[in-house]
């Protein structure tokens, strides 16, 4: 059985950091393809402003993920009722894909306030997690569950909200981003001041 890892997002904008860590996941034999799961409402996001049009951040992931086989950029999400929670998207890809297992793939600070997620209990039942480390956010393994283990690995220090704040100064974000994905953001002009997120 194919072991498929989800990892769930915004994307807004996918950058070097996530696929990095998608690689290193799939490289490390922790499971076989990352499908990048873009979101089209995170439900503790309601209120985000700067949120481009979720047709625009899937074609981008499309873009960054394009010469790496084992990752895929998936809208699966976009015809589920809104707002998307984690369990009810485990549920419905367990359904549609019978023939794949699914490993849920976040970062420590929601592991943090993952007890305050729609049904943490049956996420837990179902799938095993792997935490990625972030900055700021201490995970102690030992304190971890059956089924729940802690990716050791170094990340990128690259954030979308900087590179959209970098973009909308007209500055340089090539740094954080694909080339080709960076062409793209250019070329149509997502992310500049002023600009309809659409």
């Known amino acids: ?80 009722p809104r707002p998307s929670y984690t369990a009810h998207t485990l549920a419905a890809l367990r359904k549609a894909y019978p023939g794949r297992r699914f490993t849920l793939i976040i970062g420590a600070d929601n592991w943090q306030t993952f007890p305050l997620w729609k049904s943490p209990e049956e996420i837990l039942l179902h799938h095993r997690i792997l935490i990625y480390p972030r900055s700021g956010y201490p995970i102690d393994e030992a304190d971890l569950p059956a089924g729940v283990d802690l990716v050791d690995m170094p990340l990128l220090d690259i954030s979308s909200t900087a590179l959209r704040h970098c973009i909308a100064q007209g500055g340089d974000a090539s740094y954080g981003l694909d080339a080709a994905v960076w062409e793209e953001i250019r070329k149509k002009g997502y992310y500049q001041e002023g600009k309809k997120q659409a």
């Open 1 to 80: 059985m194919k072991e498929t890892g989800i990892y769930g997002g915004s994307f807004n904008p996918i950058h070097k950091g996530h696929v990095q860590l998608a690689e290193t996941i799939c490289q490390e034999g922790w499971v076989d393809e990352v499908w990048f799961l873009v979101s089209p409402q995170n439900p503790f996001k309601q209120d985000a402003t700067d949120l481009m049009d979720e047709q625009v951040r899937l074609s981008l992931a499309q873009i960054a993920v394009r010469n790496h086989p084992r990752l895929k950029a998936c809208d699966f999400e976009f015809s589920l």
